[in-house]
């Protein structure tokens, strides 16, 4: 297994779990941006092969992937962060864009059999008032949603271009199976990043601050962490099954764009969720002053129907549990033995779910 970004939230929680399913795990990301880390806290580095890099530096992702030589490939390194987009366009779009491009062209050199799937987002869309699904147009409306819709357009290419997929079994079969993930806002223990909303929320409660608001009524698909990861697992699976039977009409399937997003009908808005925290986590909270905005769609919300249909996945924790299952994670894990313990806890509890 290869895991970009292993040092942050969403690469933590997999590594965790590949490991919890006996996998050998190279990672390759940067250091952790935050303080306190997941990766830290789960003491990961000296569990798994940990490289340090830079998406940025081809070279080095090249000696990466070929050193590991994978059969999966999970790709979730970015700079993921909207308001830091806005700080830094060029350097997200470096990192976002390029850096994709760095690890699609090291799969060239791939020599057996690789299912990749590479995580984008929700944001890949121009958000309307409908779910959005696979086939709807992109275009995100601000550097960090736009940095990602330019990825899917660069798997696409190298897709069509170098790892093709034959029309019968009798073609010649690219070594490489390409998928793209968009999965919705995630919530989950763990996540220390600024200007993320759970998060946020856990800083204030702890300081018995109020929590500041930016966009109470914004709409987005909120899902636990494990509901996504779970449909990456389910995702390259299934390609790398179609890829080594040379199933063409299944590798064709599903070697395109899926969401991985929560029900129909739980999408909510931020107002929704700050008052689902705090019924755990007795707090107030205020509503940021003018300035503090960005252009963001008001509405996001995701059509999963197509990993229902063709993956079997379907979102197992809703609304109320993610919220939850979130909020006991950050009051068990005030150390780090505890931050370990309750992921252990509730991965065990998600896959008997």
């Not at 303080?35 to 530096?57: A, C, I, Q, W």
């Not at 700080?87 to 057996?112: C, I, Y």
């Not at 987002?121 to 819709?149: C, F, H, Q, W």
């Not at 696409?156 to 793209?180: D, H, M, N």
Request: proline residues 7%; positive net charge.
């Amino acid at each position: 297994m290869f895991v970009t970004g292993h040092t942050g939230f969403k690469g933590s929680w997999l590594s965790e779990w590949l490991l919890g399913l006996g996998a050998d795990v190279t990672g390759f990301s940067l250091p952790p941006t935050t303080r306190p880390s997941l990766f830290v806290r789960l003491g990961l580095e000296k569990r798994l092969n940990h490289t340090l890099g830079d998406l940025r530096d081809a070279s080095a992702v090249s000696r990466a992937l070929a050193v590991a030589n994978p059969d999966f490939v999970f790709h979730l390194a970015a700079q993921p962060i909207v308001r830091a987009a806005h700080a830094d366009p060029a350097g997200t779009w470096a990192t976002n864009v390029m850096g994709s491009v760095n690890l699609l062209e090291a799969l060239r050199a791939q020599k057996h059999p690789c299912a990749a799937v590479f995580v984008t987002t929700d944001k890949v869309y121009r958000g309307t008032r409908e779910a959005n699904a696979e086939g709807d147009p992109l275009g995100g409306i601000d550097p960090y949603g736009g940095s990602k819709a330019a990825v899917e357009l660069a798997v696409e290419a190298w897709r069509q271009a170098f790892f093709r997929v034959p029309e019968s079994p009798k073609g010649v079969f690219p070594t490489v199976a390409l998928a793209t993930a968009r999965s919705g806002n995630v919530i989950g223990g763990g996540d220390w990043a600024r200007d993320r909303l759970l998060p946020d929320c856990m800083r204030a409660l702890s300081r018995k601050a109020p929590i500041v608001v930016r966009n109470p009524a914004h709409v987005r698909p909120w899902q636990h962490v494990l509901d996504p990861l779970a449909g990456y697992l389910k995702l390259a699976t299934e390609l790398h099954d179609a890829l080594d039977a040379r199933r063409a009409g299944k590798l064709a399937e599903l070697s395109g764009a899926f969401n991985f997003g929560p029900a129909e009908y739980d999408h909510h808005t931020v107002r929704e969720v700050v008052a689902e925290v705090l019924k755990r986590w007795p707090g107030r909270w205020r509503k940021a002053p003018k300035g503090h905005y960005l252009a963001e769609a008001t509405e996001l919300r995701l059509d999963a129907s197509k990993a229902q249909r063709l993956l079997g996945w379907r979102p197992r924790w809703p609304f109320d549990r993610a919220v939850e299952q979130t909020v006991a994670w950050y009051r068990g894990a005030s150390s780090p033995s505890g931050a370990l313990k309750m992921t252990l806890i509730q991965l065990a509890e998600y896959t008997a779910s």
